[in-house]
């Protein structure tokens, strides 16, 4: 192994063990495929397939000991390519291969030399990573050139695009001497890629392509992710610059921004594709069914019977089905995207909800104030558009028949200050001197922890002493998280609008607890994944077809009875004893159960 050197490849026992796992496996002799950096599962799948593989490596990357300042160490690089590239048909690559091995020093070290003088690298502190890939991916090239006119189809798995600066040196009996700095970039195989923004993102929309490979890429997408972006190259033509023909946009991104492409370039064809998860699921089609269309010099034995699927062979009813299926396509991909377009319209009308979970400053007040004119307050003012003074105002003003609602609110990455809570009493104070009365009611409303998902949040966020002084100085406590559950309460009828109005001007900690409950009792069992529960009831009638309120964490929720067990017997009612009740939703541990 050398600078430019290779290790002994693990190809002959990937393919040994493939063969003993299936003994009627039979390797083609073509294409010859070789595979950089796949895995060793998705190899002997290849190779369980029928496909002649040769496993190598753009190499791995070393960790090196280098502790301390003026610490260095000889490394050589560790790619491994077949001798013979040159005459392979296929090249897969997937650069955002990140295996680390531990540093060796006798890996780092000629075995066999000629000569007085040898070449290394030389990786010195800060770097503790070496990482040769982009220099494997500079000597590829080498090989890559020396194809010819061949024919050749390269599968390549992108990563970001990023350069490794390396430092030479020349070893000889009595020094080392540093000779040079220079620079490789892991896209340095082929020449030239129309590399654009790095960007990482999973949202992915495949462009309109030949159907068979956009049935393969619509199978891989779901779980795929990319971190690069590539622009459309041009030509010259004309007197103006226009797309590159050649070069086919594949996939793009929620930005419109090209994340996977093809190009043709003479005798080469090229394939750039985002990680997908299921590499060697994706590889195999792509070989039986996409690449002996593409290049069938390259599969003589994938092409011997491909005439049958060409129109002047069709079988009978062959023409009329594919019509039938093309127009089932045509028609599902218009419903499709009339239930996108709903599916967004009905986000954007109800995107305040999410606001009041996510949003601080403007954003939150703007969200805030939809949800009061929801709720069903007229007159409603957001105070930073009616006074622009630099006295410190309230952020939004709700007018009562009886009174005054100010309202202070924010968005915050913790929990609220003690001065967070109480601010609001000191605008409630000024409002009352304004208009000589008291009929000026203060709340304060809190986005806390927004960074969390609210089921993670602090649920109260309030300390008791700041609970007890809101309930003192005649001030309300609320969260945006207390808002949204709201919502949907109101939705289902639990409570109505009027009612969480007139909560909203109480004092302390607001609550929006549902009024005139009976008690049923908190479920002793659970069976059937919550749609079965048994429970103790004493004097409290429950019938089939009863509506109930399950609550769990001071939130709300309807269900409906929709069979009741009393003593081994199914029954209608049941007024007291242990019951089994049927519910048509499922509830979970320490919910309680209320009667309306």
Not at 18 to 34: A, F, G, T, V
Not at 97 to 102: A, D, G, L, V
Not at 262 to 270: I, K, V
Not at 363 to 371: G, M, P, S, T, W
């Amino acid at each position: 192994m050398g600078i430019f050197g290779k290790k002994e490849n693990s190809t002959d026992e990937i393919k040994m063990n493939s063969i003993k796992e299936n003994e009627k496996n039979e390797i083609n002799d073509r294409p010859q495929i070789c595979c950089l950096d796949i895995s060793k599962e998705d190899t002997e799948l290849l190779i369980n397939s029928g496909f002649n593989i040769y496993s190598g490596s753009l190499g791995k990357k070393v960790r090196v000991p280098n502790s301390q300042q003026n610490e260095n160490h000889q490394v050589l690089t560790n790619f491994d390519f077949p001798p013979n590239l040159h005459e392979y048909d296929i090249t897969i690559i997937d650069l955002d291969c990140s295996q680390t091995i531990e540093y060796k020093p006798e890996e780092h070290i000629r075995a066999k030399h000629t000569g007085k003088s040898a070449m290394a690298l030389l990786s010195s502190y800060p770097e503790t990573i070496f990482d040769p890939r982009p220099l494997g991916s500079f000597n590829l090239n080498s090989h890559i050139r020396k194809m010819g006119k061949k024919s050749h189809i390269f599968i390549i798995f992108t990563t970001k695009s990023y350069e490794v600066e390396y430092e030479l040196v020349e070893i000889t009996e009595g020094y080392i001497k540093r000779k040079d700095v220079f620079k490789k970039g892991v896209y340095s195989f082929i020449n030239y890629v129309p590399i654009s923004e790095e960007k990482y993102g999973k949202e992915l929309m495949i462009t309109d392509i030949k159907t068979d490979l956009k049935n393969l890429l619509l199978k891989n997408i779901k779980d795929a992710s990319y971190n690069q972006t590539f622009y459309h190259p041009t030509n010259w033509e004309n007197n103006k610059n226009v797309p590159d023909s050649n070069f086919i946009p594949l996939i793009k991104n929620s930005d419109d921004e090209i994340v996977s492409f093809s190009e043709a370039r003479e005798n080469f064809l090229l394939f750039f594709f985002p990680q997908l998860k299921l590499k060697g699921d994706f590889l195999k089609e792509f070989l039986i069914n996409i690449g002996p269309n593409l290049a069938p010099e390259l599969f003589p034995y994938s092409t011997a019977f491909s005439w049958k699927y060409d129109e002047s062979y069709f079988l009978p009813n062959q023409k009329k089905l594919i019509e039938e299926k093309k127009n089932i396509q045509t028609e599902y991909n218009l419903k499709l995207k009339s239930k996108d377009d709903e599916i967004s319209s009905n986000y954007e009308h109800y995107s305040f909800l999410h606001e009041i979970l996510i949003e601080t400053g403007d954003k939150l007040v703007d969200a805030l104030f939809k949800y009061l004119k929801w709720i069903g307050f007229e007159k409603v003012k957001k105070m930073d558009e009616e006074n622009s003074t630099s006295v410190l105002e309230e952020d939004i003003q709700v007018e009562l028949e009886n009174g005054l609602v100010v309202i202070e609110c924010k968005g915050i990455g913790g929990t609220s200050t003690d001065s967070d809570c109480n601010q609001i009493a000191k605008i409630k104070h000024r409002r009352s001197k304004e208009r000589n009365s008291f009929d000026v009611f203060a709340l304060y409303i809190v986005n806390h922890q927004r960074y969390l998902p609210p089921l993670k949040r602090q649920n109260p966020p309030f300390t008791v002493n700041q609970r007890n002084d809101a309930l003192n100085e005649e001030r309300g406590l609320l969260t945006t998280w207390q808002l949204f559950n709201l919502y949907f309460e109101i939705e289902e009828g639990i409570i109505n609008k009027e009612y969480a109005r007139n909560c909203l001007i109480k004092f302390g900690l607001i609550e929006f607890r549902p009024t005139d409950l009976t008690l049923i009792d908190e479920p002793k069992e659970l069976f059937k994944e919550g749609y079965i529960c048994i429970v103790n009831i004493n004097n409290v009638e429950l019938n089939i077809g009863d509506k109930i309120l399950v609550e769990k964490n001071g939130n709300f929720n309807l269900a409906t009875i929709e069979s009741i067990q009393l003593n081994d017997k199914q029954v209608s009612t049941a007024i007291n004893g242990e019951v089994g009740l049927k519910l048509n939703v499922p509830i979970s541990k320490k919910s309680t159960l209320w009667k309306k």
